[in-house]
């Protein structure tokens, strides 16, 4: 079976990729991330179906919802060709099979074509990827041997896992010495229970006897408890007698004391309510003298003001007079910095029109046009002008350099065409001379040399630099395997291993040889060689040709070469004249357009300051300064102005409110010198009128509260006297005295009442009433009654104690035996027991009987099947390790397989390197699938799978596969170019990032 062409519609990163006309070695190669295992996985999806989303595998499903899925075309010996196609529908896709007899198939169909495998299957014996060698690897030298036995046998390590499971399911089960597994804990418990049944029928009589003693116990205990009860109840009724006693005669006391008082009217707090009634009254009566004095002084003060009706009548002109007094100071220095400020701003408004060569009116200044159009313009224009000056100098470097190098052209032609041969003399040396008839074969040839010989020199010098590189990596590795090894051994001879410490030295003798004497390459010879021959070569064709012309043809040979050679000469520099006057013309005509708008720049700049009547100079003036001065000189202008309008106005305000104050003046009848002198005068008038008004305000102020709290005063007093005379009202009494004396009276009377109340209140807490107390105090209860109850309730209360010390004891006997189980408990449990390890003990029975199937299964496959892939796995792993081993035996256990090397020594899997490991399970899983299903065999399927081989069996395992591919298709997927280099009959596809090419 062939697969011949791949049609891939939508699968991952592919999107309608077509791989066909597929050989019977076909070798896939493209960089890592190129599509070499999307294309692996595609295969195994269109043959059994896309992985589903409940495995975990990648399904690689389009990311750009392009059609997912593809097809395969097949070639079988038995039905031809077959065409399947696999796209998305249910769980593992929907799958057509065109046959070449035009029947169309379904699922059913295909696996007949695939002869009933899986995918587990195909991808364990004819797909290939680093994955199986990693299994290598990763697995324990103990368990090696089971894995390459597994791998000949199935192609896989399924063997391996599935024995390691049922052997792990029985030691869970069951060890002969362990511990933990269950059939051991049960065993044990089973004995332990055995014991526990037998003790436990010699305490059952022991049980009945303590649980009939502890009832009797029991019941005693019960009996002491009612005796106890009645013995507390006695002794506290007793003790509560002798404390409520006190109490029954005090209350007979207090109510023979009240009974001799009889009634005593007085009010509530009376007492209490006169003595704050004649503490308010004392100071009320001494604060209504003083307010009374107070009042007589005021009217007093009064009558002593004397106020002027007139002053009264102007006193808010005056006060406004005074408050623009601050004002006329702060006029008159504003005044005097106006006048000097003003002096300032004509000097410098002056300093601007001479700078500006302008002799125009202010009025007429202030018209020119400054605005914010006007500024840009100028801006602009200014900004254009230093731009075409940057431009200016630009054009001169540029003209400077165009105009040099069209000079030095025309003197290169002009040098050529004297070097030159007269027309005459050029055409006479070509009819001499006439060239030998193979010159055109020679010069072909040696360009042909030439071109192999740079060539090879390159590559050479590739591949010296990369063999320089691979000895310094070989160098440090052997360097670190020497040091390692030398300190393992110094490990081992310190512990006195001497044979470990021996084999130790011996492999770091062998790492530093491998160093000196493996360090050369047979391509690097060969490439050295073959430069050696070239050259050799190259240089008896030069001697040939040399010594054929002879001495006057090689004359003019010379001559009309260098004629040629001057001819092209003058040729290329007539091109570049060329290019050189064009470049200068394009100068030329930059400066002119420069020139003019340069001149259309001064003429606006020109015109603008015609307008303005300033002067205009077009190399040295600014017009930006120019516009700056004459914006300064409308600014101080308007200052100006603005400061002659301020200062008239502050003028006239000093001079109006200066004549006010000398007329108030001339009203006092008082002369003022000048507005300061004024200023006091009027104040000191003002300030004498304030202070007699106050005064006259404040006395009547003063006397209006003065008569309402005399008249308050008044009229408390009288309501506190009128009090007073209530409560001795309803003491029935006249005078302060005899108030006080029934006061004291009423006091203890009531103190007697409440002492009653509480008495009272605390025999209605206790049990007794009037009739107890009587009953009692007949019988003549005293302490030494209490005393004879607390010694007889001591007594029964040791009693008790004892009692219930053997309750409890008899109580932990009867718990201790209860935790131990009765007899029939044991006996159930023991049984309960015994069936549980029966039931595991035929779950234990089902492993081993599993496992014992298995050993029978790789017993009859080592004996029928697989002696046969032996004997061809052990003719490929001679041929990968070049005669190194040249068997494969089988264990007489099912433990694995053993190694023998060409010497006749025989090796355990576990003991050969890990590479040695992987060659022998590359041999086995090849040999499996060429022993498979004849003739009509799957393709073999091979992913970067010897990439950890050197290089003598690198170049043994592609020999191997080209030998395979012979009988049996083989598709090869590889990243590493260098291999491309053994597969140079066979086709090749290359994998891109992007699209891919092929080649053949």
Known sequence: MKIKELHVYGYGKLENKTFSDLGQLQIFFGENESGKTTIMSFIHSILFGFPTKSQNERRYEPKLNAKYGGSVLLVSERFGEVGIERVKGKAVGDVNVAFENGKVGNENDLKELLQGIDKNYFQSVFSFDLQGLHGVQDISEAA???????????????????????????????????????????????????????????????????????????????????????????????????????????????????????????????????????????????????????????????????????????????????????????????????????????????????????????????????????????????????????????????????????????????????????????????????????????????????????????????????????????????????????????????????????????????????????????VLADLKQQLAHAEKKKRNDQQQTEEEPSLESVSIRHLLQKEEEIQQQLRAEAVKHKERTAAFHLVIEESERWEASWNKTNEELASIMQKWQIPFNSKDYHAGAALELLMNVKHAIDESLELKKKLARIERNFTQKKQELFTICDELGIFAANWREAVIIVKRALNQHLEQSMLLNKYKQEKRPLEMEIERLQSESAFLSDEMNQLFKAALVEAEEEFRKQARLAEEKERLTTSLQMISVQLEKTTFHSEDFDALSVSKVSRYSVEALEAERKDLFGRQSVLLEQLSDMKHRIRHLEEGGTYSDLLHQYNETKAAFNTEAKEWAKYALAKSMLDKTITTFKRERLPKVIVLAEEYLSFLTSGEYKRILLGETVDGLYLERYDGLRFEAGEVSRGTAEQVYVSLRLALAQNIFGSDGFPIIIDDSFVNFDRNRTANMIRLIQKISESRQVIFFTCHEHLLSYFENAPIIRLGKEKAGIRK
């Open 144 to 522: 090696l041997g089971k894995y390459l036995l597994s791998a000949g046998m199935i192609g896989s390590d399924k063997l391996l896992e599935v024995e390691t499971k049922l052997q792990k399911q029985l030691d869970a089960r069951f060890k002969p010495s362990g511990q933990k597994p269950e059939l051991n804990v049960k065993l044990r418990q089973l004995k332990d229970l055995q014991s526990g049944v037998k003790k436990a029928d010699e305490e059952q009589r022991t049980y009945i006897e303590l649980q009939l003693k502890q009832k009797q116990t029991e019941a005693e205990l019960l009996a002491l408890k009612e005796t106890i009860n009645r013995n507390e109840g006695t002794l506290f009724y007793y003790q509560e007698f002798l404390r409520v006693q006190p109490l029954f005669e005090e209350k007979q006391t207090v109510q023979n004391e009240l009974a001799k008082l009889g009634d005593v009217p007085f009010p509530v707090d009376g007492l209490k309510r006169l003595e704050q009634l004649v503490a308010l009254k004392i100071p009320n009566n001494a604060q209504l003298s003083a307010m009374q004095q107070k009042q007589q002084e005021n009217d007093t003060s009064i009558e002593q003001l004397n106020i002027s009706p007139y002053l009264t009548a102007n006193k808010e002109k005056w006060t406004a007079v005074l408050d623009n007094a601050p004002l006329l100071e702060k006029w008159e220095e504003e005044k005097s910095q106006l006048e000097q400020t003003l002096r300032t701003k004509e000097r410098e408004k002056e300093n601007y029109k001479n700078n500006l060569l302008i002799e125009l009116h202010d009025d007429e200044i202030s018209k020119l046009d400054t605005s914010i159009f006007m500024t840009e313009k100028i801006k602009g224009l200014e900004r254009e002008k230093h731009r075409l000056e940057s431009e200016r100098t630009r054009l001169d470097e540029k003209y400077k350099l165009e105009k040099n190098s069209l000079e030095a052209t025309e003197a290169r032609i002009d040098e050529l065409k004297q070097n030159q041969l007269p027309n005459e003399e050029r055409r006479r040396l070509e009819r001499v001379y006439s060239p030998h008839s193979n010159g055109n074969y020679a010069t072909l040839k040696k360009e042909i040399l030439e071109e192999q010989i740079a060539e090879l020199t390159q590559k050479y010098s590739q591949l010296s630099a990369k063999a320089k590189r691979n000895r310094k990596r070989s160098a440090i590795t052997a360097t670190l395997l020497a040091v390692i090894s030398l300190v393992t051994s110094g490990y081992f001879l310190i512990g006195e291993q001497f044979l470990l410490g021996g084999i130790t030295a011996l492999f770091a003798a062998i790492a530093i040889s491998f160093h000196f004497f493996i360090n050369q390459t047979d």
